[in-house]
């Protein structure tokens, strides 16, 4: 009878980490998305590698993938060195990739990485639910899924693609879709080579972050 009422103690225990840990993602989403809106966002320019960042981000998400018994394939070899902020670019391959692992079960989901001139191409893609014309239009938008079953039988808050959008923009570059409803999605990833270059609103450059920025948000619990 002790080592049950211990284990429930464990079990009790994982699931309140567990809750928590869901609700700090929430509530640092939507920090991201008031700096943003706020024009207050600061972007990094630092040199990083992309193809070690790409693999980084598939170690991470890997365990999403794989448990809905998905296939995950990864093609992100020989990219150049890139000048930006490896967090941000980062969080938003962590928002793609883990939204592909939400919608496909015993699929495929492929990521790729290229660079073309001065712009990373990251791609997406998997066999799952896909969308139809009408749910794409509004993806994009804060707290929007594809529609309100999406929201009852998958959960989420709706603001992982919108954020991954506006950092994109920041960051010199776009998030796109293309999907058919029942055969999957594909989603583009382009950040600027090196962000540095962006002109700012006021047409000046941006200017680099101080070494030991970081981005503001709460702190993951242990």
Same mark, same amino acid.
Do not use: W
């Given at each position: =009878?002790?080592?049950? !009422? ?29 700096? $943003?809106?706020?024009?207050? =966002?600061?972007? &990094? ?10 693999? &980084?981000? *598939? ?14 394939? $990864?093609?992100?070899?020989?990219? +150049? &060195? ?6 941000? *670019? ?18 495929? $989901?492929?990521? &790729?990485?290229?660079?073309?001139h001065e712009t990373l191409i990251f791609t997406i893609k998997d066999t799952g639910i896909g969308m139809t014309d009408a749910q794409m239009r509004r993806i994009f938008e804060p707290f929007a899924q594809a529609d309100d079953s999406t929201t ?17 923009? /920041? =960051?010199? !570059? ?9 055969? !999957? ?5 382009? /950040? ?14 941006? *200017?680099?972050?101080? +070494?030991?920025?970081? +981005? ?7």
């Amino acid at each position: =009878m002790k080592d049950e !009422g211990l284990s429930q103690q464990y079990n009790d225990a994982a699931k309140i980490r567990s809750a928590g840990r869901h609700l700090l993602g929430i509530i640092n989403q939507v920090l991201d998305l008031s700096k $943003i809106e706020a024009g207050s =966002m600061a972007i &990094e320019h630092i040199s990083y590698c992309p193809s070690s960042l790409v693999r &980084e981000v *598939v170690d991470t998400t890997r365990h999403l993938v794989e448990s809905g018994g998905n296939t995950l394939a $990864i093609a992100a070899q020989g990219l +150049p &060195e890139a000048v930006g902020d490896p967090t941000r *670019v980062r969080q938003c391959l962590f928002n793609l990739i883990s939204n592909a692992a939400k919608f496909t079960k015993n699929g495929i $989901i492929s990521v &790729e990485a290229l660079a073309f001139h001065e712009t990373l191409i990251f791609t997406i893609k998997d066999t799952g639910i896909g969308m139809t014309d009408a749910q794409m239009r509004r993806i994009f938008e804060p707290f929007a899924q594809a529609d309100d079953s999406t929201t009852r039988k998958f959960g989420g808050t709706g603001l992982g693609l919108a954020i991954t959008r506006k950092l994109s923009r /920041i =960051m010199g !570059g776009d998030t796109i879709v293309s999907s058919r409803a029942g055969i !999957g999605s594909t989603f583009t990833l382009t /950040i600027a080579l090196n962000t540095s270059t962006i002109a700012r609103d006021d047409g000046r450059t941006a *200017v680099d972050s101080a +070494p030991n920025s970081k +981005p503001d948000q709460i702190e993951k619990a242990a």
